[in-house]
């Protein structure tokens, strides 16, 4: 039974527009959320984190949790050809372990 | 955003061999991670290790593979006898007291011959 699921994408948007990414998780316990960033060949990057049900704003990013509904977005405003690369959703298990899911990969067409 | 250093790079060994990687986490983590990630698969954890001693593991991490802080800098992964299943990229992640955000080292890709 998979844990963190994403959609595999790509998910192709033109520069400018926002792009939206969603994660489902099927541990009602789960708490923390965090998304990462992972460029092709890179290691991830962090660049949201969320543990309160609603949305949780930083730069041009948003991360949204919903907690009844067991998922979480990322909403990316005016993107970016630089923000192309795959986005992990994780969430914590246990002792600070992180349950990653596969990923989405994102393009922004120029 | 804290920096976690992790050496060598690209490792390179032949099936049957031990190999350790290295990783300098930010001093003031306390909490270390090792994660894996073969090619085109997600992130995987491995171990977690605080206080000197394992918190946590993974079915993957079986007897083939330690962990250990040495000197209270260095945190290493040794992998006894390599197998060529072992290929992937190796994150070493580090966070701290208090709040559960990990940062992620650069990466050691193993290859397995």
């Known amino acids: 039974q998979k844990e963190v699921e994403q959609n595999s994408g790509p998910l192709s948007v033109p520069e400018g527009a926002i792009a939206s990414l969603n994660c489902t998780y099927s541990?009602?316990?789960?708490?923390?959320f965090f998304w990462y960033r992972q460029y092709s060949g890179k290691s991830p990057e962090l660049i949201m984190s969320?543990?309160?049900?609603g949305d949780k704003e930083d730069g041009r990013f948003t991360a949204q949790l919903n907690k009844a509904s067991q998922y979480v977005s990322l909403l990316i405003r005016d993107s970016q050809p630089s923000d192309s690369a795959t986005y992990l959703c994780a969430r914590i298990s246990g002792t600070y372990k992180y349950i990653f899911g596969t990923g989405t990969r994102l393009k922004v067409l120029a | 955003e804290p920096e976690v250093t992790q050496t060598p790079s690209h490792q390179v060994t032949q099936m049957g061999q031990e190999v350790i990687l290295r990783c300098v986490p930010i001093?003031?983590?306390?909490?270390f991670y090792w994660y894996r990630q073969i090619l085109g698969q997600k992130v995987e954890f491995l171990v977690s290790f605080y206080n000197n001693e394992i918190s946590e593991k993974s079915e993957i991490f079986d007897d083939q593979f330690s962990v250990e802080r040495p000197d209270g800098s260095n945190f290493t992964l040794k992998i006894r006898s390599t197998k060529l299943e072992d290929s992937a990229m190796y994150f070493c992640?580090?966070?701290?007291?208090?709040?559960?955000?990990?940062?992620f080292g650069p990466g050691t890709r193993l290859t397995v011959t």
């Open positions: 992640a580090a966070g701290g007291a208090g709040s559960p955000e990990q940062y």
């Open positions: 969320i543990y309160s049900n």
């Open positions: 001093s003031n983590h306390l909490y």
């Open positions: 541990d009602r316990g789960s708490q923390s």
